[in-house]
């Protein structure tokens, strides 16, 4: 098997936006009150981890009871192109593994468009649910997309009021 200098260049880059991370949050241990703070924290682990959006990743902070970062963002699922299988199940393993009291939903478009499609509002709604049987609250679901002169480059469904959180 050829070693790909590309495909390494990416693996390390990955590798080291992971530890930037971690070391990150070790140090900080930032609160994560809105949006913004989530995507600025998720954007360049989904960047590193789809090789540059070449498919949709479904990631999600785990926050304590002070909506503090638990460790790293976790990638719960990696799907296709524009696509990707989100099972309650997977979403939520490491946020009870943590002891998580809540998490923030996150994935890519890799169109760079951030909109929110039916799709993603319906399964936000079943990881609500799900979520509330665990008792783990759901703060939001923000989809990364790339900034433009239109878009900061990500959308909040909690703050379009697209899913009722509560």
Do not use: W
């Not at 997977?90 to 593994?97: F, G, K, P, S, T």
Request: net charge neutral; charged share 25%.
């Amino acid at each position: 098997m050829k070693r790909n200098p590309e495909t390494l260049n990416l693996a390390m880059d990955y590798a080291a936006a992971m530890e930037a991370c971690a070391a990150y949050v070790a140090v900080k241990n930032p609160a994560v009150r809105d949006p913004e703070t989530a995507y600025r924290l998720l954007r360049p682990i989904m960047t590193a981890a789809t090789s540059g959006d070449a498919q949709e990743a479904f990631f999600v902070l785990l926050l304590d009871t002070k909506n503090k970062v638990i460790g790293s963002p976790v990638e719960c699922l990696r799907g296709l192109l524009d696509t990707c299988p989100v099972h309650p199940r997977e979403v939520m393993r490491e946020a009870v593994r943590q002891s998580a009291a809540s998490v923030i939903l996150a994935h890519n478009h890799p169109s760079g468009d951030p909109t929110p499609s039916k799709e993603d509002c319906d399964i936000t709604r079943r990881l609500v649910e799900a979520a509330k049987i665990l008792g783990i609250r759901i703060v939001d679901h923000v989809i990364c997309g790339r900034p433009s002169d239109m878009t900061p480059g990500f959308v909040s469904l909690r703050e379009k009021n697209l899913v009722a959180f509560e």
